[in-house]
């Protein structure tokens, strides 16, 4: 069954993404007065891009055709891995922190180089934001997981997941805290989220993500927003059982553990993405100067979250 676990938690992220924005959305057209295009509205998106024709710029290489491959397979090996349904996936053992940082590091550098490679001044200029803030946000992700990996003794996130359940207070710490407030801060940056980036923009002057993202059309644009869409699902899944594990499936699930971890996933996530979505309306965008000084503080969160591991657990 632990097959079928991976394969539940993978489906789960494929077909959950798309929903997760959708309900974003809602959420802030709600609060601001607005009737919204439904949950539903991303696939309805997705739907349509996938029939667009599709259209390569002149001058532009492979590196520009293969970098939403490149973003939307690294994301989906991480769903694979990594515990979101349940705990003994058959990938479970690559399950690194180290491995899952660099899958999202890979991803990252490949839509900056597709960015940089249409020759673009918003492309380059999107791509040179990104790294900036990758360049913040990776070490920020180590040092926070890696806090809680030392009363674990193991980087594998199944073990983390596993080692909460069954020790609660190492969650509900000083090193928990310090590194759950880090992480929410990252995963923010790292997904494009206010006030780091703001998704709905079409401003030219203050867009990141979506300057590395215009001259894609049709099929791959669809890929790339399917792959931002799973990136941020796949985040908010990895924080939520990072700290609140409860109802995730075990090292060896049967069905009813398996429906189980899923629905427990979809309720955590979308309770996240509703308090992220809320806390979008009353929040503006940081200046792009700005935002080295946000990460910053979270990296030293993350630090101070290490070295109080280390005093508590010695």
Known sequence: MSYVAGAAQLVTVMVGAPLVIGAMRQVRAVWEGRAGGGVLQPWRDLRKQLGKQQITPRGTTAVFAAAPAVVAGTTMLIAAIAPIVATGSPLDPVADLFAVVGLLFLGTV???????????????????????????????????????SIPAGSANLGALVANTLEHPGHVASLTGVLSFVALVIVIIAETGRLPV???????EL????????????GPRLALVEWASGMRLTVLLALLANLFLPWGIAGGHPNAIDIVIGVVAVVGKVAALAVTLATMEVFIAKLRLFRVPELLAGSFLLALLAVTAANFFTA
Request: no cysteine; proline share 3%; charged share 10%.
């Open 110 to 148: 490949a839509l900056s180089l597709a960015g940089i490679d249409t020759g673009t001044s918003f492309g380059g200029m999107g791509a040179s934001r990104e790294i900036t803030i990758a360049a913040l946000v990776e070490p920020t992700i180590l040092l926070a997981v890696f806090a809680l």
């Open 197 to 203: 980036d703001n998704p709905a923009t079409h401003l």
């Open 206 to 217: 203050t867009m990141v993500h979506e300057a590395m993202v215009l001259e894609y059309a």
